[in-house]
Nanobody, 120 residues
Framework: QVQLVESGGGLVQPGGSLRLSCAAS????????MGWYRQAPGKQRELVAT???????NYADSVKGRFTISRDNAKNTVYLQMNSLKPEDTAVYYC??????????????WGQGTQVTVSS
């Protein structure tokens, strides 16, 4: 079983910055993609950014140029640096990881979510 624990959310003014972290732990053989998703009130969960084990990244158009995803493979940790935050970035941010666990069983895990609120 693989657990993901997020940290770094909070309240920030428009134009400000936050850095989210997500650490994976448990029976991990390897992690392929890691990513961040978000869900605003009354809306569906949407992709924010993903990163492969080789470092290839993908971003939602709404965050390109403002957010940067990175990962530390040795620590099984993914980060999301969020700059120039806007009120529409307000949401619960969820971490996701997919890979192989014990006995090379495929896993896909979600974190519990961390609230990001952008408001003056």
């Amino acid at each position: 079983q693989v657990q993901l624990v997020e940290s770094g959310g909070g309240l920030v003014q428009p134009g400000g910055s936050l850095r989210l972290s997500c650490a994976a732990s448990g029976s991990i053989f390897s992690i392929d993609a890691m990513g961040w998703y978000r869900q605003a009130p009354g809306k569906q969960r949407e992709l924010v950014a993903t990163i492969t084990s080789g470092g290839s990244t993908n971003y939602a158009d709404s965050v390109k140029g403002r957010f940067t995803i990175s990962r530390d493979n040795a620590k099984n940790t993914v980060y999301l640096q969020m700059n120039s935050l806007k009120p529409e970035d307000t949401a619960v941010y969820y971490c996701n990881a997919e890979g192989y666990g014990s006995f090379l069983r495929r896993f896909g895990s979600w974190g519990q979510g961390t609230q990001v609120t952008v408001s003056s």
